[in-house]
């Protein structure tokens, strides 16, 4: 995968409907231009959930990780968290451990265009299917734009 190292063609990507909720690798300054503004409104874990993902996909999650929107399951209620959306992931076969350990360790940055559709998940407390908002979530080299 090519890494996108211009404004100009990420603004690019991000415009084509056909992108949404797709994953790009970005230079460092494309990622800081675009997480910075999500920066502000995050929610950063502490070490309790940090262990809790780390116990989950075997990395340390990073400094700055959080959620920056709200998500809660349709079926028990339950209001997610960074790592609640870590589990999900692993419990519908989204992603693998290890392919979320990536995000977290390594050289590159990654940017998922945001989209506001909602997608089917299991709740990792009441393992029901059900249908959440796409939450926005961060870490230090991955992040929602």
Known sequence: MKKVDS???????????????RTFSVSKDIF?????????????IGAKEASEIEDLIGADPGKGAGTTRDATCEKCNTAFSLSDHVASALLAGKHTAPEMASFFQGNDYWLTVDTKEKRETICPHCYRRGVIIHCCYIFSRYAYA
């Open 7 to 21: 404004f100009t063609a990420f603004e690019k990507i991000r415009s084509d409907p056909n992108n949404a909720g």
């Open 32 to 44: 800081d231009h675009f997480s910075e503004k999500l920066r502000q409104s995050t929610r950063e």
